[in-house]
């Protein structure tokens, strides 16, 4: 797998979104490619430190683009020097199948129920992009987590604990629900970044989500995550759709986005051929748009408006 920016991305790389370091970038020579450790060498040496944080895409309404977003997403920030786990928590497995039609030899309830090590579960997909796989194997996962005895804010942080030291950031695409599963993920997530499709049934799912984090604040009132919601598969000729995004600006403690993710086909055709967006050498909406998820989701947004006032 090609996790490298390639060439004819090198020279617009850095234009437009990293202005803070942009003018001393000029004394770098460049090579052609652009590969993880070099990017995150000259990242660290502008001073840029690489966020540590659990982040999860989590959202009732299925099809809203959880795995889209969290599979595609990972592989920008991999490119971008990030050190990712991407954890696939959904039995569909869409976001393992993503990467292989092979069944795993083990998937996280094998963790859960202590067949295997964390550490032997995870499979490298790139050095960069790790990958906890699933498979229809967690379908008993709930029950199992039903009936754990520990801390709920502890149990995912203990579990990963003999691996957290190696990655950025820890990703999970979970199954569109509101489960233990993702009562217990949300007590371990910095992000929540919750997917939505601007029509009415997705609008009622993501409302329903962010009540459920509202309630999970209310009981434990020093959870400080971030909740953010990303507005997907925004088609502007559909005037209900422009409708939702104006209308649904404030959504209380979730910040929404800025940014929307367009329709674009070319998701469909990478998931067709195993592949992600960054993948094909022409330029896209989609890749533009998974390149803005993925800097705001670095802080490199935020340096960019820090560097240009
Ligand atoms: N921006 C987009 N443009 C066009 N198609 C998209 C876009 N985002 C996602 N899709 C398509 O929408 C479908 C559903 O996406 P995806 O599987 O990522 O949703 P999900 O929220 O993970 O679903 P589930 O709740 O079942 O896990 C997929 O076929 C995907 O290719
Ligand atoms: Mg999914």
């Not at 659990?54 to 099809?63: A, E, R, T």
């Not at 039903?146 to 957290?164: I, K």
């Not at 009622?204 to 919601?229: F, Q, R």
């Not at 005037?239 to 209308?247: E, G, L, M, N």
């Amino acid at each position: 797998m090609a996790i490298t920016v390639p060439p004819s991305e090198v020279e617009s790389f850095f234009g437009g979104f990293f202005p803070s370091i942009q003018s001393e970038l000029g004394n770098i020579k460049l090579p052609k490619d652009l590969s993880p450790p070099l990017l995150r060498k000259i990242f660290q040496e502008q001073g840029y430190t690489y966020p540590r944080k659990n982040i999860i895409f989590h959202c009732l309404k299925g099809g809203a683009a959880k795995t889209t977003l969290a599979y595609n997403v990972s592989f920008r920030l991999a490119q971008l020097g990030c050190r990712i786990l991407l954890v696939d928590l959904d039995k569909q497995a869409n976001a393992t199948y993503s990467f292989t039609t092979e069944k795993p030899k083990h998937v996280f309830v094998d963790v859960v129920l202590n067949k295997c090590k964390v550490s032997e579960a995870i499979t490298a997909v790139d050095s960069f992009l790790h990958l906890l796989p699933s498979s229809l194997d967690n379908a008993r996962l709930e029950m199992e987590l039903l009936g754990r005895r520990e801390n709920p804010r502890l149990f995912y942080r203990n579990l990963f604990a003999p691996v957290r030291d190696n990655y950025d950031l820890v990703i999970f695409d979970l199954p569109p629900d509101l489960s233990h599963n993702t009562y217990l993920s949300s007590l371990f997530a910095d992000i929540i970044c919750v997917p939505t499709t601007p029509d009415e049934y997705s609008v009622y799912g993501m409302k329903l989500t962010l009540s459920s984090l509202e309630d999970l604040k209310k009981e434990y009132p020093d959870l400080n995550h971030e909740v953010l919601v990303v507005w997907t598969k925004y088609d502007g000729r559909e005037k209900s759709a422009s409708r939702y995004i104006t209308d649904l600006q404030d959504l209380g403690s979730a910040r929404v986005m800025p940014f929307i993710i367009r329709s674009d086909i070319t998701f469909k055709h990478a998931q067709a051929q195993g592949k992600s967006v960054f993948d094909f050498k022409r330029k896209s909406n989609a890749k533009e748009d998974m390149d803005i998820l993925a800097r705001e989701l670095m802080g490199l947004n935020d340096l960019n408006k820090a560097g240009t006032t």
